[in-house]
């Protein structure tokens, strides 16, 4: 087993004791949970938490299956998890309560954390200045738990893009401003944030993955896959094989061969568990594409959305934001 070790495990659905026996299966497959946390350890679990949208009808955010069984295992390993995100639109507390994970961690006793509190640090050959979360400087282990997804800007996501989630907040909008004229730069952002907070671990839930136009409006499709590893690029590349992507097909992956980061290179990733598909997934629905960068009245517009959004799921007839600018939420 080496770092460039890609664990596959068939699930094909959110069944709590399949789930489970699958998650764990991606520990010992990678070489066991001791592999990657203490007893006592902080470790900041890290789903994909981008909008409060019900997992029983979108494939917006990592299943709240996968986070339990997760947990769960640290738990029983002596561990102290603790899960967080920072959603650039809503909070953390607000996507756990949709995704009905509330009440369950509370009975666990794991508590939920919005990421902010944000530390400036250095990222890069730019030197770039980021504002990270200091909740996930400072956790003493990280396992990332992105949603496998089409994405209208990046062709899709796997593991490297979840890690921005620890850019607290809105602050995420301003480097879409900085970086989003060239889509390297931007990708080599993702992944320099990436290499700074080190997860030590990613699982992708790609049981019901996100086809069509991610990451918030695409569509359910089940793949019934989770893909565990250490080097994200690896597991980006094995993501990609599965729905009939080459590396270079990936913005993320093409920019990280670039910066010499990773293995992008199938003949020289080990896959464990489960057999990789002879035949990869050929009719997966991608995004149809839209820059990077945002725009001032793309940001307003995604901005009242929001409001519209809270609103309506808060049972108000009109968005606050109609009395100030009844075109703002069209």
């Given at each position: 087993m080496t770092d460039h070790t890609v664990a596959l495990a068939r699930c094909h659905d959110y069944d709590p004791?399949?789930?489970?026996?699958?998650?764990?299966?991606?520990?010992?497959?990678?070489?066991?949970?001791?592999?990657?946390?203490k007893p006592g350890d902080s470790v900041l679990v890290k789903p994909n938490l981008i909008a409060p949208r019900s997992h029983r009808r979108y494939p917006t955010q990592t299943h709240p299956e996968v986070v339990l069984a997760v947990v769960r295992l640290l738990k029983d390993y002596g561990a102290r998890p603790f899960v967080g995100d920072s959603p650039a639109w809503t909070n953390a507390a607000t996507c756990i309560g949709v995704l009905e994970l509330a009440e369950p961690l509370a009975r666990l006793g794991v508590p939920v954390r919005q990421l902010d509190n944000p530390r400036k640090r250095r990222l890069g050959p730019a030197k770039s200045h980021v504002w990270i979360s200091s909740a996930a400087l400072d956790a003493d282990v990280i396992v990332n738990l992105p949603k496998f997804k089409a994405h209208q800007q990046l062709v899709t996501t796997f593991a490297v893009k979840n890690m921005f989630g620890c850019v607290s907040g809105k602050r995420k909008a301003l480097w879409h401003f900085r970086r989003g004229d060239d889509m390297a730069e931007f990708c080599e952002l993702l992944i320099e944030i990436y290499r700074a907070l080190r997860p030590a671990l990613t699982i992708v839930d790609g049981i019901i993955a996100m086809e069509g136009q991610g990451p918030i409006r695409g569509t359910n499709r089940p793949l019934g896959w989770l893909i565990g590893g250490v080097d994200p690029i690896s597991i980006e590349t094995i993501c990609g094989r599965l729905i009939n992507l080459s590396p270079e097909q990936i913005p993320i992956v093409r920019t990280a061969r670039q910066m010499g980061y990773g293995c992008a290179e199938i003949t020289r990733i080990d896959v464990a568990g489960d057999a990789l598909p002879t035949e990869p997934c050929t009719d997966f629905q991608f995004a149809e594409q839209v820059p990077i960068k945002f725009t001032f009245g793309r940001v307003c517009r995604s901005i009242g959305r929001q409001i519209a959004f809270l609103a309506r799921s808060r049972g108000l007839r009109r968005s606050p934001l109609n009395s100030v600018c009844p075109r703002a939420t069209e």
């Open positions: 004791g399949r789930v489970a026996r699958a998650i764990a299966r991606q520990f010992d497959l990678l070489g066991g949970i001791e592999r990657f946390v």
